[in-house]
């Protein structure tokens, strides 16, 4: 099993063209035009699975893993707060993803310095 691993400067244009793309997603969506940000956003995911990188924290929560829709909160996805988790209802699919919300003000807390 050889897995050819990535060189540094690959996965950085990797996420770079993610963050793009979500940001293309998230202006299809704001004007109205799903399905196309539904597309943007699973296109930035295939990217993040082909050079190992992670969906930066602020898109993972925006995109689906179940139908891959790109999540608008209060448009297409539910989000409540309790007892220390954020929990998000895709409103296209139904599934529920839960995060935990302390780690997050400890990290956020952590890269604001
Ligand atoms: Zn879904």
Redesign the pocket.
Known sequence: MTQRRRKGSERKIALERIDILFRLAEREAVAGNSARADRYASLAAKIGMRYNVRLPREFKRRY??????F?VPGKN?RVRVSRGLVTST??????IRRFPYIRERRARRASAQ
């Open positions: 689906c893993r179940r139908c891959h829709a999540l996805c895709c409103g296209v699919c139904g599934d």
